[in-house]
């Protein structure tokens, strides 16, 4: 059985790197060079060169790519990446600290790093500072009831990743 999470984020993350190349105003002046990414959310050897998703400050020699999600997820109330930024900007504007909910804040798909995943909920569960919940990406009264998109993430103060890592700050 192949992984078709880690297919799409490597397709993704191709797709990606061919669309930087060809917007290029000058491709000829590309460089040709060798690299080397994983799609795995953290690289097994930080000294070593990759381009990668998610990275510590500590990993010098990792090369940080874009978030692969927006040009792999088939999901059109997240919108696409600079409105999603934009978004975020703009409600940070708008919604000083003070003014966000006190609770922690998680939507995600159980599927994916499902123990890890399954402890948060259960840690979090029936708690009055949580606002955490898996998604059911197919079902549309999940998508309904538990889906938030990033921007509205943000009105919360506190956002969960529940890999311990985020593939980019603001």
């Known amino acids: 059985m192949t992984d078709q999470s880690h297919r799409k984020k490597a397709i993704a993350a191709l797709y990606a790197i061919h669309r930087s190349i060809t917007s290029m105003p000058h491709r000829g002046a590309t460089p040709n060079i060798e690299f080397v990414f994983t799609i795995e959310d953290m690289a097994r050897d930080p000294s070593k060169p990759l381009w990668v998703l998610a990275r510590r400050t500590q990993d010098q ?43 922690l804040i998680w939507r995600g798909k159980l599927a994916y790093a499902p123990k890890l995943r399954r402890a948060l909920l259960d840690a979090t569960k029936d708690k009055p500072w949580s606002a955490v919940s898996a998604i059911q990406w197919h079902d549309p009264h999940s998508m309904e009831v538990d889906f938030l998109g990033p921007v509205d993430q943000c009105g919360y103060s506190f956002i969960a990743h529940a890999e311990g890592m985020a593939p980019f700050t603001l």
């Open 61 to 103: 020699n990792l090369w940080l790519m874009p978030d692969f999600g927006f040009w792999s997820w088939n999901v059109r109330e997240i919108g696409p990446w600079t409105e999603v930024l934009s978004g975020v900007v703009r409600r940070e504007e708008y919604e000083p600290w003070e003014t966000k909910k006190k609770k």
